[in-house]
């Protein structure tokens, strides 16, 4: 198993720059891609981004040249630096994790992070 502890966000001023932490823990496992996604009220789940264990990324249109994904494979974590936040980037943020346990490949989400942007 893999547990994911996100941390950061919270209430921040259009024009911030707070930065959103995910650590994977657990035992026997690798990890491949990362991501974040979020969830505006009453909105499906979309992408933001995310990053293969190569390093390639994928960026939301929304958010390309304000956020920034990036990966510490040392400890297991992904970040990401969010720039110029607008309030329409107010929602949940979900760090998502794949991951390989014993030969199998899991998902894992983490708790999701409340981000408020105020104007």
């Known amino acids: 198993q893999v547990q994911l502890v996100e941390s950061g966000g919270g209430l921040v001023q259009a024009g911030g720059s707070p930065r959103l932490s995910c650590a994977a823990s657990?035992?026997?496992?690798?990890?491949?891609?990362m991501g974040w996604y979020r969830q505006h009220a009453g909105k499906q789940r979309e992408l933001v981004v995310d990053?293969?264990?190569?390093?390639?990324?994928n960026y939301a249109d929304s958010v390309k040249g304000r956020f920034t994904i990036s990966r510490d494979n040392a400890k297991n974590t992904v970040y990401l630096q969010m720039n110029s936040l607008k309030p329409e980037d107010t929602a949940v943020y979900y760090c998502?994790?794949?991951?390989?346990?014993?030969?199998?490949?899991?998902?894992?989400w983490g708790q999701g992070t409340q981000v408020t942007v105020s104007s």
């Open positions: 998502k994790v794949k991951a390989r346990v014993r030969g199998y490949e899991y998902i894992y």
């Open positions: 657990g035992s026997s496992f690798s990890i491949n891609a």
């Open positions: 990053i293969t264990s190569g390093g390639s990324t």
